[in-house]
């Protein structure tokens, strides 16, 4: 399984970014994608979360209306839209995959791209 996310980059506060996650290597369908992020001087920590089937999300309670993942089977990848961005927001986003849906520790995530930045400025 390999992970490759993308889309960060530098906005203003109020603003949007989409990010995106690929997918190559075994069945995508077989796997739940989350994101996750890591602030300068933080520890990672859960975003969201889509399951394999693409039928039930999760969000933490910082980005629950703002942020919206989704997921596309055919095509291999799961996007997260970041709207109402914050400063708060800014960070390196990841994208991780694993067989078992009902968790957001990080550890029980085996499978992670390697991060995009993405920076809001106030």
């Known amino acids: 399984v390999q992970l490759q996310a993308s889309g960060g980059g530098l906005v203003q506060a109020g603003g949007s970014l989409r990010l995106s996650c690929a997918y190559s290597?075994?069945?995508?369908?077989?796997?739940?994608i989350a994101w996750f992020r890591q602030a300068p001087g933080k520890e990672r920590e859960f975003v969201a979360k889509i399951r394999r089937t693409g039928g039930y999300t999760y969000y933490a309670d910082s980005v629950k209306g703002r942020f919206t993942v989704s997921r596309d089977n055919a095509k291999k990848t799961v996007s997260l839209q970041m709207n109402s961005l914050k400063p708060e927001d800014t960070a390196v986003y990841y994208c991780?995959?694993?067989?078992?849906?009902?968790?957001?520790?990080?550890?029980?995530?085996?499978?992670w791209g390697q991060g995009t930045l993405v920076t809001v400025s106030s």
């Open positions: 991780a995959a694993n067989t078992y849906y009902h968790t957001t520790d990080s550890s029980l995530w085996p499978f």
């Open positions: 290597g075994g069945t995508f369908g077989n796997y739940n």
